[in-house]
């Protein structure tokens, strides 16, 4: 059964610095999201993204964040100027046309931490 | 404010017992509300996807029902297995794309 994956599974930066979490969707999978959940708190929705544009965005989801699809396959999320209040799991996550009623599927998430 | 609540955060059972998981919420508009199973280390795995007009939906032993009128939904499971035993998330979309997850409850299914 498709899959989607995430690269790396866990990633260590030094507070300051950017990164950038990988994600491909399953193939024929059109609308794509991020989320995020820190250590022992729920998840939460930063941002989805249809037709090469962002569709919403939480109000995490500020200027230090982007996402993108550079090639038709990746979808990346980039996060600039990094604080140590970043440190948790991120999820992606993908679905097929008919967007909102379509079940969602996840990868298993970057486990990202902030030195 | 947008919202979902979830109770019990934790539930022990024996092994073939059935258990019920609520679920309340605020938001609006409203689009649709999901469950998920979470293992632990793994992404959500989607139970049940159910819009306003549907009351209830199955997924083997996963039994889902809503109430959109309370804003009130349950998983029910029956015949609990010990690999049910994860964190089970509600989740409530609303228009368009955007989610509102619960903090789960943990379920742990025991010999």
């Known amino acids: 059964e498709p899959e989607v994956t995430q690269t790396p599974s866990h990633q260590v930066t030094q507070m300051g610095q950017e990164v950038i979490l990988r994600c491909v969707p399953i193939s024929n999978h059109l609308y794509f999201y991020w989320y995020r959940q820190i250590l022992g708190q729920k998840v939460e929705f930063l941002v989805s993204?249809?037709?090469?544009?962002?569709?919403?965005k939480s109000e995490i989801f500020d200027d230090q964040f982007s996402v993108e699809r550079p090639d038709g396959s990746n979808f990346t999320l980039k996060i600039r100027s990094t604080k140590l209040e970043d440190s948790a799991m991120y999820f992606c996550?993908?679905?097929?046309?008919?967007?909102?009623?379509?079940?969602?599927?996840f990868g298993d998430g970057t486990r990202l931490s902030i030195l | 404010k947008n919202q979902v609540e979830q109770s019990p955060q934790s539930l022990i059972i024996l092994e073939g017992k059935n258990c019920t998981l609520q679920?309340?919420?605020?938001?609006?508009?409203?689009?649709?509300l999901r469950w998920y199973k979470q293992d632990t280390g793994r992404g959500p795995v989607s139970l049940t996807i159910?819009?306003?007009?549907?009351n209830t939906k199955s997924n083997g032993r996963y039994t889902a029902t809503l109430d959109a009128d309370t804003k009130q939904s349950s998983l029910h499971i029956t015949a609990s297995q010990l690999s049910d035993s994860a964190s089970y998330i509600c989740v409530v979309s609303a228009y368009f794309n955007k989610f509102y997850f619960g903090s789960g409850t943990k379920l742990n299914v025991k010999p």
């Open positions: 679920c309340n919420y605020t938001v609006s508009p409203f689009s649709n």
């Open positions: 996550a993908s679905n097929p046309l008919g967007g909102g009623n379509q079940p969602q599927h």
């Open positions: 159910m819009t306003f007009s549907e």
């Open positions: 993204f249809y037709n090469n544009e962002i569709s919403e």
